[in-house]
């Protein structure tokens, strides 16, 4: 149950997010004004992808244990066989598997380029922070345990770039895109996730840019603007992916490039926050709504339907005969019941008796969690004079405790008269009869 569980809060981090990010992308629709006037701050972005993971977390919260939930049958929407209930819960933990098969490859991919980013020869230079690589790669900043600024060898470092990814070192963003990477994989790239990550990264060039042109004259963000259009070259080196930051500019992200352009010409100050902070608190309001309903729906959801399917019970309690039952002959004779020689257990030995079923008797009931029986009900009776007893009965069983009260559940109930002999068996049912 616990696969099924985890499978559920999975299913909810996949579509949830996909609503946030397109909520997201309609918010940051530019309309009339400048490109990238309502993109939002790095932490608007970073919220927003915690948000897409609330509604699993109150989904996993033992929501009962907290709020005290009555029993209520909500698979009545969806009925349930238990031959199905038994082959869900053997699948789950095989598509859990391969769930986390995939994600672990997948992490395990960042990991190996991070890897790589990691060892690469660097060199020092004059400054503590600074160091230049032979390797094909842009400008970038590695994340711990090797924080620092990496230039190519050969390549014309200004201040203004240096400023631009010590700021990518100040708000550690070479480690929170690390960790945001994984994240996207665990999620197996779902483009919700994905595209919140992509905007988040955006979103720090942006605010690296302002920090590295804040104190710049227009000339000289003109200047900057057209040198990050000339060293910016596509390259198919293993930084394509890089797992941190980079202040590359491909032909392929025109939008992003547009953006950034404007934002150095223009000293953007980014999007107005109120707007944003609506969002945030709609976005937290729907996640929460979402995962508590979640909860306490499967909270509620304590009672399975059996649809009258049998169950194992640990305790039953013998049968008693009706003090007596007038028409017991009569209703045998039309029924047509034999007599049967069967090995009984007497005293723990085998002994061979005749014996007879003097009515039988099918009782629909529930199962709480605790195991006790209740709300008995007779299904099908061969004859009325054994049903008192047979409620009475099954009401003192046991079943063993399970983590979910069980509805509808049923019995067939024997009420058997044995003797050592046909004929003393056919004294014992006269007596008893009249």
């Known amino acids: 149950m616990k696969a099924a569980m985890m499978i559920k809060a999975l299913i909810l981090v996949h579509l949830w997010s996909l609503v946030v990010a397109g909520g997201a992308w309609v918010l940051q629709r530019d309309g009339n004004g400048p490109v990238g006037s309502r993109f939002p701050a790095p932490n608007v972005w970073l919220a927003l992808i915690m948000l897409s993971f609330l509604p699993s977390v109150f989904y996993l919260v033992p929501v009962n244990a907290i709020i005290r939930v009555p029993p209520i049958e909500v698979f009545g929407m969806f009925p349930i066989q238990v031959g199905d209930s038994a082959a869900d819960v053997a ?71 240096l400023r631009h990814e010590r700021a990518h070192l100040r708000h550690n963003d070479a480690e929170l895109t690390l960790l945001l990477l994984l994240l996207q994989d665990m999620m197996l790239r779902n483009p919700g996730i994905s595209f919140l990550v992509r905007q988040w990264r955006l979103s720090i060039e942006l605010r690296a840019d302002r920090a590295a042109t804040s104190e710049l004259t227009p000339p000289e963000r003109k200047d900057y603007a057209a040198f990050l259009l000339n060293i910016q070259r596509p390259t198919r080196t293993m930084g394509e992916a890089l797992p941190c930051p980079t202040a590359r500019l491909t032909s392929a992200h025109h939008r992003n490039t547009k953006m950034r352009l404007i934002g150095i010409l223009e000293n953007e100050t980014g999007a107005r926050k109120r707007r944003w902070g609506a969002a945030l ?114 009401a003192q069983w046991m079943a063993a405790p399970q983590e979910f009260q069980i509805k509808d559940a049923a019995v067939k109930l024997h009420f058997m008269m044995s003797a050592a002999t046909r004929e003393e068996l056919n004294e014992k049912l006269k007596s008893y009869a009249q």
């Open 91 to 161: 699948m789950s933990p095989n598509l859990l598997a391969v769930y986390m098969g995939l994600c672990i490859l997948l992490m395990g991919r960042t990991l190996w380029r991070w890897s790589r980013l990691q060892g690469l020869a660097l060199a020092p230079t004059s400054e503590p922070d600074i160091f230049t690589t032979t390797a094909a790669l842009p400008p970038l900043t590695l994340s711990w345990p090797r924080k620092a600024v990496v230039m190519p060898q050969g390549f014309e470092t200004r201040a203004v770039l």
């Open 281 to 394: 608190l709609v976005t937290s309001i729907g996640a929460s709504a979402l995962g508590l309903t979640s909860a306490l729906a499967t909270a509620g959801a304590s009672v399975i339907n059996m649809a009258s399917s049998p169950i194992d019970y640990v305790r039953q309690t013998p049968l008693q005969m009706p003090a007596s039952c007038p028409g017991l002959i009569a209703d045998i004779k039309r029924r047509g019941v034999e007599f049967e020689e069967k090995d009984l257990m007497v005293g723990g030995e085998p002994v061979s008796r005749h014996t007879i079923n003097l009515g039988t008797v099918v009782l629909g009931h529930d199962v709480r969690k605790d195991g006790t029986i209740h709300n008995a009900r007779v299904l099908v009776s061969t004859h009325p004079c054994f049903e008192s007893e047979a409620k009475a009965a099954i």
